[in-house]
């Protein structure tokens, strides 16, 4: 196509880009947000010195995203839109990323179609309307990508790639499983002078990851609710990386199709090495999660690029079309108030309508507390009455279950929330029922006068039975 040879090649790069901020940035503040968002939220407004002092104890491998978050609730307020707002960067920067990628290894026409797929991407757009890391790491894997391949062919110096590897394993640790796939890209390409300075720059940037492993890896009961994955899992993180299931026999055959040398050389290492070898590690140690492999939907897009490049325009046009209307139900749907897994807004609408002046708050696991930073506003004048240290860890410390009936002794109404429908671990299983008792049976002084439901859980409002002493 003429205009695409003769204009200037951010035109490649800024229609992926744009149409990624418009899609990611469609109602934002659709779905409410969730219990991870909720953490987020939760430590972005905590003073410094208590902020330390969680990643001491948990989620240390999300710190760096973390005091990014609090630059942003401190400049932006911590609305929705605020929070996820650095998520659609995210995106924005992948989808712009990969199209100069693609430009510079296949073309303007390869660079815009690769963009423009990450563009449509439902599993992008998913996780750029939530505020956690993985958009921003799959940004920053594409950039990383980028730097790595000017180094190939422009013999730029490496140390711009260094910092955003470093930066890239910081955000999340999984990512740097792009490292073994840049290491085969660089084999592939048979470039020996640039191996020979890429091994050290990576060392360098591999440091402080390592650092942040060390702290970390104590910390590693909070994903010991991961499974092995089976073949379900496999079949699903294909469809992901793909866009659609009904799209996803047309990326094999496309990806087939388009094996361009040099951009296969690039992408191929990307696609394939970092699932393989976290479903591979996982069948040992259960880590594999779908968000931790977003980053490599670019890579899939490039593959997928170079094979509608073969087409003429009168037939790759339609194809990437028909991609888009594919993915729509998927963009549809994510965008639904209640396609989280749990729905905080409707749990905060149901206190705040319901709460007068001298309630109390309970929560049936301790972890539930979070869910009060997700919109803090509806809890406002609510007695978390057996919390001890509320800020001591990510939830906070309760008193022992010896004082909760003294805790509850000067108060009348309680809302008691049963965030998890899951069984309690059996750490807290023997608190939680004692907390029950107190409110349901035996010799309880209380009785429920409401019940409300929402996706995740369910609000109990107890009144104590007259006369209230």
């Not at 469809?239 to 040398?261: E, Q, Y």
């Not at 899939?300 to 003429?312: C, I």
């Given at each position: 196509m ?5 204009r200037t ?11 990624t ?6 109602r934002?503040d ?9 953490v987020?939220?939760?430590?972005a ?14 989620d240390?491998?999300?710190g760096?995203?973390y005091?990014?978050m ?5 400049l932006?307020?911590?609305?929705e ?15 712009g ?22 563009a449509?991407s ?12 993985y ?5 920053l ?5 980028l730097?790595l391949v000017?180094a190939?062919?422009?013999r730029?110096p ?16 999984f990512?740097l499983?792009l490292?073994?796939?840049h ?28 650092v ?12 010991s609710?991961?499974e ?7 079949t699903?993180?294909l469809?992901?990386?793909?866009g ?5 026999a047309f ?5 087939l199709l ?12 990307w ?25 490599c ?15 003429r325009?009168?037939a ?6 028909a ?9 549809q749907?994510?965008?639904?108030p209640s ?11 149901i ?19 979070r869910?009060?930073?997700a ?8 007695d ?10 990510l ?6 279950p010896?004082q ?6 000067g ?16 750490e ?13 049976g ?21 009144e104590r039975?007259?006369?209230?002493t």
């Amino acid at each position: 196509m003429p205009v695409l040879r003769h204009r200037t090649p951010a035109l490649t790069v800024a229609v992926p880009a744009l149409l990624t901020m418009a899609i990611t940035g469609f109602r934002l503040d659709g779905p409410a947000l969730w219990r991870d968002e909720a953490v987020t939220a939760g430590m972005a407004r905590r003073d410094l010195g208590s902020f330390f002092a969680v990643l001491g104890e948990i989620d240390a491998v999300h710190g760096l995203y973390y005091l990014l978050m609090k630059a942003v609730v401190a400049l932006f307020g911590d609305g929705e839109t605020a929070l996820r707002a650095p998520s659609v960067l995210g995106a924005v920067l992948a989808a712009g990323a990969t199209a100069e990628i693609g430009r510079r290894l296949g073309g303007a026409r390869v660079g815009l179609f690769a963009g423009l797929l990450v563009a449509v991407s439902p599993a992008l757009s998913r996780y750029a309307q939530e505020a956690r890391q993985y958009t921003l790491a799959a940004g920053l894997a594409a950039l990383a990508t980028l730097l790595l391949v000017r180094a190939l062919r422009d013999r730029r110096p490496l140390r711009w790639y260094g910092v955003t590897i470093a930066l890239l394993g910081l955000t999340h640790l999984f990512t740097l499983l792009l490292v073994p796939a840049h290491l085969a890209a660089v084999l592939l390409h048979r470039d020996r002078a640039l191996l020979l300075r890429w091994a050290p720059v990576t060392a360098a940037a591999l440091a402080p990851c390592a650092v942040l492993a060390v702290v970390a890896l104590p910390q590693s009961d909070q994903v010991s609710w991961i499974e092995r994955p089976d073949a379900v899992v496999v079949t699903d993180m294909l469809d992901g990386l793909a866009g659609t299931p009904g799209f996803f026999a047309f990326t094999v055959v496309l990806i087939l199709l388009g094996r361009n040398g040099e951009l296969w050389r690039t992408a191929a290492p990307w696609m394939v090495l970092p699932p393989l070898l976290l479903l591979v590690f996982s069948l040992w140690s259960p880590f594999y999660v779908f968000r931790y492999v977003l980053f490599c939907i670019p890579a899939v897009a490039l593959l997928t690029a170079a094979g509608l490049d073969r087409l003429r325009w009168s037939a790759g046009v339609p194809v990437l079309l028909a991609a888009a209307l594919l993915a729509l139900p998927a963009h549809q749907q994510m965008r639904l108030p209640s396609e989280r897994a749990d729905d905080l807004r409707e749990l905060a609408r149901i206190v705040r309508t319901e709460h007068r002046p001298g309630d109390a708050v309970v929560f049936h696991y301790t972890s539930s507390r979070r869910v009060m930073s997700a919109y803090p506003e509806a809890y406002a004048g609510l007695d978390d009455v057996l919390a001890a240290r509320p800020d001591q860890g990510l939830d906070g410390l309760e008193v022992p279950p010896r004082q909760f009936a003294g805790r509850l002794a000067g108060v009348r109404r309680i809302f008691y929330v049963d965030h998890s429908r899951k069984p309690a671990s059996s750490e807290f299983a023997a608190v939680d029922a004692r907390k029950d008792s107190l409110l349901r049976g035996g010799r309880a002084t209380w009785i429920r006068t409401g019940r409300w439901l929402f996706k995740g859980g369910s609000v109990h409002l107890y009144e104590r039975r007259p006369p209230f002493t």
